[in-house]
């Protein structure tokens, strides 16, 4: 993401070489394409925020991150790997800005881009913890996965959690919702589950059952597994 002025950060001393984080930008550029379903070299080049976009992609070129063909950019493994991460570093960053410090969405975008060059792997995972392993941030973009999601070992008490984690009698925010079917999700907000109401947890056994707006709903553990809330 495009960086404030005269603001550099990253891994020396604190601070990022300026030269570094142009390319983790145009990395981070061409990952956000791929999800797109492009990797035109001229579009690419058009959307790049960088005058000298074209001398930094040689230079990525020579480091083994990319490799380009006639009209077309493409990531190497290693390339790819590096933008994963950056890509991962954002959006937790700006999941973290939305729902624990309630920011509006374009200045949870724009910090993000700050923290996407600071955050040490370490942090980043346990920022990841804290969120409770979020799959997607804010704009409904998937956040990649990390080793700290695979174990799901969370040491500390996740700030967002589904919502069979919460005991009866207490009330949580919908996050986020990640059913495994879009029909389910239809289903769901044509009874007020959205993502931003209000939910109470009345009995988890022998069936799982929330209220909401003085209504009380029964649903399937497996579909109260999928909704996503921080405890209020």
């Given amino acids: 993401m495009k960086r404030p002025e005269g603001r550099q950060y990253g891994w020396h001393g604190g601070k990022m070489k300026e030269r570094d984080q142009r390319i983790d930008e145009l990395l981070e550029l061409l990952w956000m394409m791929g999800e797109e379903g ?16 074209e001398a930094l992609m040689a230079e990525m070129i020579e480091e083994g991150l990319i490799t380009t063909d006639k009209d077309k950019i493409r990531f190497k493994n290693k390339g790819e790997k590096k933008a994963e991460q950056i890509i991962r570093r954002h959006r937790l960053a700006e999941r973290l800005f939305s729902d624990l410090f309630a920011f509006e969405a374009k200045q949870a975008h724009a910090d993000a881009c700050t923290f996407e060059h600071i955050l040490s792997p370490e942090v980043t995972d346990s920022v990841c913890a804290f969120l409770g392993h979020p799959p997607i941030c804010p704009d409904g973009k998937p956040i990649p996965r990390g080793e700290c999601c695979k174990k799901f070992q969370v040491e500390i008490k996740p700030l967002v959690q589904p919502l069979t984690n919460l005991r009866p009698g207490k009330e949580g925010r919908i996050v986020f919702i990640t059913p495994k079917h879009h029909a389910r999700l ?32 029964a649903l399937d553990e497996d579909i109260a597994k999928e909704i996503y809330v921080k405890e209020v």
Wanted: aromatic share 4%; no cysteine.
């Fill in 38 to 53: 492009l990797n035109d070299l001229k579009e690419f080049l058009k959307r790049a925020e960088d005058k000298e976009a």
């Fill in 186 to 217: 239809d289903k769901l907000s044509s009874l007020g589950i959205v993502p931003g109401s209000i939910v109470r947890v009345h009995q988890k056994k022998p069936s799982f059952v929330l209220e909401i707006d003085e209504t009380e709903l």
